[in-house]
């Protein structure tokens, strides 16, 4: 027989009374939760690869408010949510760990794939740091340990792409090849640094949640990676600033030393972009890596050091976007066409330069030639101040979107070709065909992911170190600016729903979103057939889908040059076609690869970035 005192039955009533009051409150508690265990856990069963109905909580990003618990903690978005399983699916079923690839992308498309995974662990730590402070408990450190370790194994995987990247074959190809890997790797030099200032403190301790000691250290381990990013960015920008040529046109890039000159717009903003990319982000590089020789008899000489925020990145930077801006490259509804040639010019021995000028105008116009000179217009305002990079940014994604048909979605006439696509969704030319190559299955990507760069707030100060200086922004102007990007919110919403709703059972996106929903869905067959989707000619060759021409205006008369050329161009050819389908669009052609995935990833990091994570 047990025998209590009066004090010990009180105590244990009250005990009994606080139990069943905690269960009770179980279920709020678990609600309460912070939301990004939630997202990872559906991450390891993701209900998304089962094609949930249409408009479901996960698929209807017209959801634009997330839900605020009782804890003062904002559950992310929808749009999050939609984020990161696009992840996980575009690296589960596209990327493979021991190859450190993505085997069906080629080189440059795998450049830009580690880019876009890249640029999403930035913005996964960067919608960690928006949320609520707590002390530490046993649910907030679980949290805390998933999301570390989805943060670790996706930058594991771009850990391995640098040993898996075809980094000797890149450095013979062409000069736009060669830029995508210097912002590739700048890219992830930023997100090595952000999420080391954001979530380890001095004592090397993530989020404060207490290690043994012998795990302490100084930093977040990834730190080590850095001076090896960093020299292949330093490589392959020497590599293709030799591309730079004043000899014809005054100046500008040469797009391929292999061919007959021609300046295109995309390389000349990739110089820009990863010029001012050096400037702002490059840490210095060290490594005299590759050695080079004089002779048999002197030794190996190394490069020399490349010290951080060199002005001469930004003196290129500022060159290359006056030469852009001043070249005639945009046609009458402010887009960019594709790039000059030279009238008259002759390669060989008894060659010519022709006019000297450019004045052969490839009119074709292809999405990724609007965005990328964004992400240099964004750095030229912090390196100089001047409110012109920002004010051509906005003019340039204002006049992108009417190009999409976004002013007649929703009349008669929303089927019709704007430009850049119809009924306010963006398009490549060739997506209503089905004849994109893998160049066209990667360019709205990179258009929406250089978008996001612009459209970030600006800092609210500047920074001055030696001949280093960056600028901020006054309250007038961050303003102005924000207003600007919240104003392409619903036209974002609209081209990142259009794109979730081509994915299918296996979670995969398309490349044509502006393929009819809904209730039209089942005419577009019909439509199809009856080209109701024709795309209005340009007069310009479309090389990036077709390959080039192997004639005298685009080729050097060396036989053994157009040989190279055309092996370069067969990568894309080699990889097998999947069967055409009579029911989905989105499989005909190439049907859907990692450069369709990753299309779907940048405009839903657009829309995250730029709205949904700001409300």
Excluded at 505 to 513: F, P, R
Excluded at 578 to 602: F, H, I, M
């Amino acid at each position: 027989m047990i025998v209590r005192s009066r004090s010990q039955t009180l105590a244990l009533a009250v005990g009994i009374f606080l139990l069943i009051l905690g269960l009770l409150r179980l279920p709020q508690l678990i609600a309460a939760s912070p939301g990004i265990l939630n997202i990872y856990t559906r991450l390891t069963q993701p209900i998304l690869r089962h094609g949930p109905p249409p408009h479901d909580e996960y698929c209807d990003l017209h959801q634009t408010h997330p839900t605020a618990t009782t804890d003062g903690l904002v559950r992310p978005s929808v749009t999050l949510a939609a984020l990161l399983n696009t992840l996980e699916i575009m690296q589960s079923h596209f990327y493979t760990i021991w190859q450190g690839q993505w085997p069906g992308a080629i080189d440059w498309t795998a450049a830009v794939m580690g880019t876009q995974v890249s640029a999403t662990l930035t913005a996964m730590t960067e919608a960690w740091r928006h949320r609520t402070s707590l002390t530490p408990s046993h649910a907030y450190t679980q949290e805390v340990q998933e999301h570390e370790n989805a943060i670790n194994r996706y930058f594991t995987q771009i850990t391995s792409f640098y040993f898996g990247e075809n980094a000797f074959s890149l450095r013979t190809q062409a000069y736009d090849d060669m830029l995508w890997v210097v912002l590739g790797w700048l890219e992830a030099v930023s997100f090595i640094t952000l999420h080391s200032a954001l979530h380890y403190n001095r004592s090397g301790l993530p989020y404060d949640v207490f290690n043994p000691p012998s795990l302490n250290s100084t930093q977040w381990y990834a730190q080590q990676f850095i001076p090896q990013f960093a020299h292949r960015a330093r490589v392959f920008y020497d590599l293709a600033a030799k591309g730079w040529d004043t000899s014809l046109c005054g100046g500008g890039m040469v797009w391929n030393p292999h061919l007959a000159p021609y300046k295109n717009a995309i390389t000349n903003q990739l110089f820009i972009s990863a010029s001012i990319g050096m400037y702002l982000r490059f840490p210095g590089d060290d490594n005299a890596s590759p050695f080079t020789f004089k002779n048999p008899v002197r030794p190996a000489t190394g490069l020399p050091p490349a010290k951080a925020h060199d002005p001469q990145y930004l003196e290129n930077a500022v060159e290359a976007y006056q030469w852009l801006k001043t070249s005639g490259m945009t046609n009458r509804k402010g887009l960019y066409v594709d790039g000059f040639h030279i009238q008259g010019w002759i390669g060989g021995k008894n060659g010519s330069i022709g006019t000297g000028k450019c004045d052969l105008r490839n009119e074709q116009v292809y999405t990724y030639n609007q965005g990328v000179v964004l992400s240099g217009l964004r750095g030229l305002w912090e390196a100089t101040g001047f409110r012109s990079y920002l004010d051509d940014g906005h003019q340039l994604i204002q006049n992108v979107i009417a190009a999409t048909g976004w002013d007649t979605r929703g009349t008669r006439w929303r089927w019709q070709w704007a430009g850049l696509g119809r009924n306010g969704v963006m398009e490549e030319a060739c997506d209503s065909s089905g004849t994109c190559s893998q160049n066209g299955h990667t360019f709205k990507g990179i258009f929406f992911h250089h978008l996001a760069y612009f459209c970030g707030r600006l800092p609210p100060t500047g920074f001055i170190a030696d001949d280093f200086i960056t600028f901020g922004a006054d309250h007038r102007l961050a303003a102005w600016h924000d207003n600007k990007c919240e104003g392409y919110g619903p036209w974002l919403r609209n081209n990142a729903q259009a794109a979730y709703l081509t994915r299918d059972h296996d979670g995969e996106y398309g490349t044509w979103w502006g393929i009819p929903a809904g209730n039209e869905h089942t005419n577009a067959r019909n439509m199809i057939d009856e080209d109701g989707f024709e795309v209005a000619p340009e007069d310009g060759t479309d090389y990036r889908n077709k390959d080039v021409p192997l004639d005298d205006t685009w080729t050097l008369p060396d036989d053994q040059r157009r040989q190279h050329w055309e092996s370069m161009e067969k990568q894309s050819e080699e990889m097998e076609m999947p069967e055409k389908s009579d029911w989905d669009p989105n499989n005909r052609g190439r049907g859907r690869t990692v450069e369709t995935q990753s299309g779907g990833l940048a405009v839903l990091r657009a829309l995250w970035n730029v709205v949904d994570s700001r409300r």
